[in-house]
């Protein structure tokens, strides 16, 4: 059994998400992909999440479609911060003895791997699979490098879809069209529960 990680804040998931982690699951003929929603993720405490219900519930009507697509609320269910090492070693005692795992990144988020905690075992514990994003530049042999540790770390060529959840959040505050950019479900999810307009009073 060989099963993807995709976490992320999600907020809100968006079309990138998605076709990346429908890109690494075909090219590395996973399983599964398993697209985890952070809880109170540790590199983003300086802005408003917006709540953990409303990024779950987004989540699930993105991916419900997609049969090897399924979300898991482990991260959100642990008492304080998420850490993919401890996410990891949980997941390790859910699933049969010999499944592979492969954290799922993209670009951005790889080159930021050293800050995270425990990297380095975290690292020696699993496959990375780092997809392209648009606008960052990421070296393989750096990173190998940095951790002493060879043969973790593979690069997949992905679609580069240029959207962020940033520019979603930016666009619904501003008023601007987010269709196509994100399924459908989370367009009318957003609209129905008005969220990411300025007069929001659904953050955590
Ligand atoms: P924000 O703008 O709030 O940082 P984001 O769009 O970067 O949001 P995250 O939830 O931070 O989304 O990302 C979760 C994971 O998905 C990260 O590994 C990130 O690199 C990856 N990712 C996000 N958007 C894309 C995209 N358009 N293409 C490829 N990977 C992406
Ligand atoms: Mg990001």
């Not at 982690?21 to 993720?41: K, T, Y």
């Not at 390790?92 to 905690?117: P, R």
């Not at 930016?170 to 999810?189: C, T």
């Amino acid at each position: 059994m060989k099963v993807g990680i995709m976490g992320g804040t999600f907020d809100p998931i968006h079309n990138g998400h998605l076709v990346t982690a429908e890109a690494v699951r075909d090219s590395l003929s996973l399983d599964e992909v398993l697209f985890i929603p952070s809880a109170r993720p540790p590199h983003k405490r300086d802005r408003e999440i917006i709540s953990t219900e409303h990024r779950l519930a987004m989540t699930i009507l993105a991916t419900c479609f997609n049969k090897h697509f399924r979300v898991s609320t482990i991260e959100i269910n642990r008492q304080g911060y998420s850490y993919a090492v401890d996410t990891l070693d949980t997941l390790k005692n859910d699933y049969e003895v010999g499944t592979e795992f492969y954290f799922i990144l993209g670009a951005d988020a790889a080159l930021e791997l050293s800050t995270w905690h425990n990297a380095q075992e975290l690292i020696g514990k699993c496959q990375f699979v780092v997809a392209t994003r648009e606008g960052t530049e990421f070296n393989i042999e750096t990173v190998e490098n940095d951790f002493k540790i060879k043969g973790h770390i593979k690069k997949i060529d992905t679609p580069k879809i240029e959207i962020s959840s940033t520019e979603i959040r930016n666009k619904v505050a501003n008023g601007r069209s987010i269709r196509y950019l994100v399924p459908d479900s989370v367009e009318s999810y957003i609209k129905k529960e008005k969220l990411y307009s300025k007069e929001n009073e659904s953050y955590d």
